[in-house]
C-alpha cells in the first residue's frame, strides 16, 4: 500500500493470520482502528499503554512524519477498537501488530516498533516472536528486565542462548534508563498478589470484602522506617473483573527481584506448628526427646545388606552407583523445625519464623493487639532441609528453579511478612523481615 500523505484513518476488520489469526479459533473478529500520520522513510508502528488510544502519539507523529512513515492504532479493549474482545490474550496483541504491519505494507527490515508501558510489552514480545517484522525497538516506560530475563533463561533451558536472545541479556543492566524521571515523580505500585477468602480459608477482611489485593512499591526503602512500602486493598470480588494482561509496570525498578514473575496460585492448606523457640521449657524438652528417639531407631536399623565397600564392585562408578541406590531407600530423616513446624514459601496465616532474630512481639499500635501474619513472602518456596512440604506433584522436580523459585522475589535478607490486626483488618498493618 503506498504510503498516505496527511492523516487518514482506516479500520482493519479480523485481523486473522495463517496461524490462527489474532482472534483466536471460534472468537469473534477484532475491529483495530488505525490512523495512517503518512509520512516518507522507516516505518514507525507506535503501541500506546494501557488503558491509552492511538491520539496519544498526535505529537511524535507530527514530528516524525517528515522523515518516517507513521502508523499506530488503538489496541483491542481500547479507544475506538472493539471494546470487549474475546480474547485478550499476550499472543492476540502480538497477532494485532502482524496484522497491521501487513495491512500498510510495512518493511519488515526497515520497521521500528515504538511501544509505550503495555505497548513496550507488546513490542517486546513481537520482537521476540518474530525478529523478521521489526528492526529495532524503542521502548518508553517499559524494559527488558526482571520478569523478561527469566522468561528468557526459562525459554533457552537445555540449550545455548541464541544471539537475540544473548544480545537482549548483554542490554538488560542497571543505567539511567529514563533521564527524564525526577526523585519526586510519582511511581504506579506493583500488583504483586490477589487473593480470595473462598479459595483461602485463613483469609478473613473486613465485612462484605473478600477479595484481598496486595501492591508494593517497586523501591525497598521508600516506605516506613526505609523498608518496602507495602499497600493491602481489600474489595469485593463482584466488583473486581478480570486480570488484566499484561500486569501494568513501572518505568523502572530499584532491583529486578522486586519484581514478581506473573502466575497463577492453586492454594493448598497445610498445617504447621509455633516456631520452636517459642514453646514453653516442657514442650521444648519433649520435642528434643521425640527427636532424639527417632535418631536412636534410625542408628538401631540394619543396614548389614547395604553397599559397605567399593572393593566389592569392579568400578568405583558401580559402588557409586549402588551407594546412591541406597540412600533413595533410606527413611528420610525428620525434626521438628524443618518438616512440622514452618512451612517455607509464600503463604497466607501460619506461624512466624524468628530464626535470624530473637522473637519480637509484632503489636497492632491502634489497639495493642497482638497481630499474626497474614501473608508470608519467601525467597523460594523450598529451603532444601526438606521435601516434606513439597507438593507432592512437584517431588520429582525439586530441584527445578522454577519449582523452587517461581516468582523470583527476594525482599530484605529474604524473608518478609505483613501482619495484620485480627481484631480489625483495616488498622494498619505491620511489616516483620529475616
Not at 362 to 372: F, I, L, R
Amino acid at each position: 500500500m503506498e504510503a498516505a500523505r496527511g492523516t487518514t484513518t482506516v479500520t482493519v476488520t479480523d485481523p486473522g493470520d495463517d496461524d490462527g489469526g489474532a482472534t483466536g479459533a471460534g472468537a469473534d473478529p477484532v475491529r483495530l482502528f488505525c490512523t495512517d500520520h503518512g509520512g516518507d522513510g522507516p516505518p514507525l508502528l507506535l503501541l500506546h499503554g494501557l488503558a491509552g488510544h492511538c491520539g496519544e502519539w498526535e505529537a511524535l507523529a507530527a514530528r516524525f512524519a517528515a522523515t518516517h512513515r507513521v502508523i499506530a492504532f488503538d489496541a483491542r479493549g481500547s479507544g475506538a477498537s472493539t471494546r470487549r474482545p474475546g480474547d485478550v490474550t499476550r499472543a492476540a496483541h502480538v497477532s494485532d501488530v502482524r496484522a497491521v504491519a501487513r495491512r500498510f505494507g510495512l518493511a519488515g527490515e526497515d520497521t521500528v516498533l515504538v511501544g509505550q508501558s503495555m505497548g513496550g510489552l507488546t513490542a517486546l514480545l513481537t520482537a521476540a516472536a518474530h525478529p523478521e517484522l521489526c528492526r529495532a525497538l524503542v521502548l518508553i516506560e517499559a524494559g527488558p528486565a526482571g520478569p523478561l530475563r527469566r522468561r528468557i533463561q526459562d525459554g533457552a533451558r537445555g540449550r545455548d542462548f541464541t544471539e537475540d536472545e544473548q544480545r537482549r541479556l548483554d542490554a538488560m543492566k542497571a543505567a539511567d534508563h529514563v533521564p527524564d524521571l525526577r526523585d519526586d515523580d510519582a511511581l504506579p505500585m506493583l500488583a504483586v498478589a490477589q487473593l480470595s477468602t473462598r479459595d483461602v480459608p485463613d483469609l478473613v477482611g473486613p465485612e462484605g470484602q473478600d477479595l484481598l489485593q496486595v501492591f508494593w512499591c517497586p523501591f525497598e526503602a521508600h516506605g516506613p522506617d526505609r523498608t518496602i512500602d507495602v499497600v493491602l486493598k481489600w474489595r469485593r470480588s463482584a466488583d473486581v473483573g478480570t486480570v488484566l494482561a499484561p500486569q501494568p509496570e513501572p518505568p523502572v525498578a530499584g532491583r529486578e527481584e522486586c519484581v514478581p514473575t506473573t502466575c497463577v496460585v492453586h492454594p493448598e492448606q497445610v498445617v504447621e506448628h509455633e516456631y520452636l523457640g517459642l514453646l514453653d521449657e516442657g514442650l521444648q524438652e519433649e520435642v528434643s526427646a521425640w527427636e532424639e528417639g527417632l535418631l536412636d531407631e534410625d542408628d538401631d536399623d540394619d543396614y548389614e545388606d547395604g553397599p559397605s565397600s567399593a572393593a566389592s564392585y569392579a568400578t568405583y562408578e558401580e559402588y557409586e552407583a549402588a551407594m546412591a541406590a541406597a540412600r533413595a531407600e533410606e527413611p528420610e530423616e525428620i525434626d521438628y523445625m524443618s518438616d512440622l513446624s514452618i512451612a517455607p514459601g509464600w503463604k497466607v496465616g501460619g506461624f512466624a519464623s524468628w530464626h535470624l532474630t530473637d522473637p519480637a512481639p509484632v503489636d497492632c499500635q491502634v489497639c495493642g493487639t497482638a497481630m499474626p501474619p497474614l501473608l508470608t513472602v519467601d525467597k523460594w518456596e523450598c529451603d532444601g532441609a526438606s521435601r516434606s512440604w513439597l507438593p507432592v506433584e512437584d517431588r520429582d522436580s525439586e530441584n527445578d528453579p522454577r519449582v523452587l523459585d517461581p516468582v523470583g522475589v527476594y525482599l530484605g535478607r529474604g524473608l518478609m511478612r505483613v501482619h495484620t490486626c485480627p481484631a480489625d483488618p483495616l488498622h494498619p498493618h505491620r511489616l516483620s523481615f529475616q
